[in-house]
């Protein structure tokens, strides 16, 4: 079974990591979250990378979807050099969209994970109409027919 290791800015990897446990309370196991502090240097958030990679790729024939906020950040820099692209894969860019993505097929092969997780986090953003919510009933008429011009 695949792995998941989110890498990015202090508090945001953790934060993700509970939104994935807010949705699959199962997934504890299979989804770890590396902070990365402004006060800690590049190398020692790689040697703490390296321990937490190790750690998730214990398991026989166990594979690591890492996960990082933002391309050529600190974060970014750091999985890039942790990831070896065989048992390892890389993705930048992450958004709960991706996240809860990859938490859903982590059992598939890691290459085909990489592109549900991907698909997933581009298929999570788009602009919302404000006039029509999916989930609620639509009104007679809306606030802005109400109150036309003043802003």
């Known amino acids: 079974m695949n792995s998941i290791l989110i890498i990015a800015h202090s508090p945001f990897a953790q934060a993700l990591r509970q939104c994935a446990l807010h949705v699959f309370p199962d997934c504890e196991q299979a989804v770890v979250a590396l ?23 214990r398991a026989p024939r166990s594979q690591v979807l890492v996960l990082a906020d933002v391309f050529g950040a600190t974060p970014c820099n750091v999985a890039q050099k942790l990831v070896d692209g065989v048992h390892s894969k890389l993705v930048a860019g992450v958004n709960l969209p991706m996240l809860l993505r990859a938490v859903t097929y982590r059992h598939e092969p890691l290459d085909t994970l990489v592109q549900r997780a991907i698909a997933g986090g581009t298929a999570g ?18 606030d802005q027919e109400i109150r036309d011009h003043q802003q």
């Open 125 to 142: 953003v788009m602009q919302v109409a404000v006039a029509a919510p999916q989930n609620q009933a639509k009104r007679k008429h809306s």
């Open 35 to 57: 902070d990365v502090l402004p006060n800690v240097s590049p190398e020692e958030t790689l040697a703490a990378a390296r321990i937490t990679l190790a750690q998730q790729l």
